[in-house]
T-cell receptor
Framework: EAGVVQSPRYKIIEKKQPVAFWCNPISGHNTLYWYLQNLGQGPELLIRYENEEAVDDSQLPKDRFSAERLKGVDSTLKIQPAELGDSAVYLC?????????????????FGPGTRLTVL | LAKTTQPISMDSYEGQEVNITCSHNNIATNDYITWYQQFPSQGPRFIIQGYKTKVTNEVASLFIPADRKSSTLSLPRVSLSDTAVYYCLVGYFDSARQLTFGSGTQLTVLP
């Protein structure tokens, strides 16, 4: 079974430029997460989708960040314009519908991430 | 959100058992305890999850005392490939209490 796919793996841009990241979750996983991870820190949740609905975007800086998951499958995270402080790894994760696994907190499967460098 | 506290780093030698303890004093009744492992340039990977007492799988054990205010991840006979960052998360799948990653514990296994 294919895992979570993210592209690109690396991106270098100049500040004030736009950038977009793409994520394709594991088939059948209707919950999708975008995280930001700074060096030496744990992942920080940006947004969580249940199908095509963003159910938690409280940590997404909406002045410059946007995300979409139009058909409830793959998703795109965009930054416009990028700032120097946006340099980080952007991780996408997916999980089964809440409660499906029988666990109290569903296992998240992470992609390899996109390393963004803003110059 | 339940806050977790873990040691920043730990060193061990190959073949030893490693125990990483996580403190979560304000854990809620419905919260589960989940541990993830992360290697450089990879996303975190699920290791184990538990609610109370002891859980064991093929890679680790999780010990949770009766008060559930802490938990201990136990890795038996570690190898060099177990060098990674280990995260303890506390939460439940409903949207009211999201899983939050802390800074994790950097485990370094020495030869």
């Amino acid at each position: 079974e294919a895992g979570v796919v993210q592209s690109p793996r690396y991106k270098i841009i100049e500040k004030k430029q736009p950038v977009a990241f793409w994520c394709n979750p594991i088939s059948g996983h209707n919950t999708l997460y975008w995280y930001l991870q700074n060096l030496g820190q744990g992942p920080e949740l940006l947004i969580r989708y249940e199908n095509e609905e963003a159910v938690d975007d409280s940590q997404l800086p909406k002045d410059r960040f946007s995300a979409e998951r139009l058909k409830g499958v793959d998703s795109t995270l965009k930054i416009q314009p990028a700032e120097l402080g946006d340099s980080a790894v952007y991780l996408c994760a997916s999980s089964l519908p809440p409660g499906t696994s029988g666990r109290g907190a569903d296992t998240q499967y992470f992609g390899p991430g996109t390393r963004l460098t803003v110059l | 959100l339940a806050k977790t506290t873990q040691p920043i780093s730990m060193d061990s030698y190959e073949g030893q058992e490693v125990n990483i303890t996580c403190s979560h004093n304000n854990i809620a009744t419905n919260d589960y305890i989940t541990w993830y492992q992360q290697f450089p340039s990879q996303g975190p990977r699920f290791i184990i999850q538990g609610y109370k007492t002891k859980v064991t799988n093929e890679v680790a054990s999780l010990f949770i005392p009766a008060d559930r205010k802490s938990s201990t991840l136990s890795l038996p006979r570690v190898s060099l490939s177990d060098t990674a960052v280990y995260y303890c998360l506390v939460g439940y799948f409903d949207s009211a209490r999201q899983l939050t990653f802390g800074s994790g514990t950097q485990l370094t296994v020495l030869p």
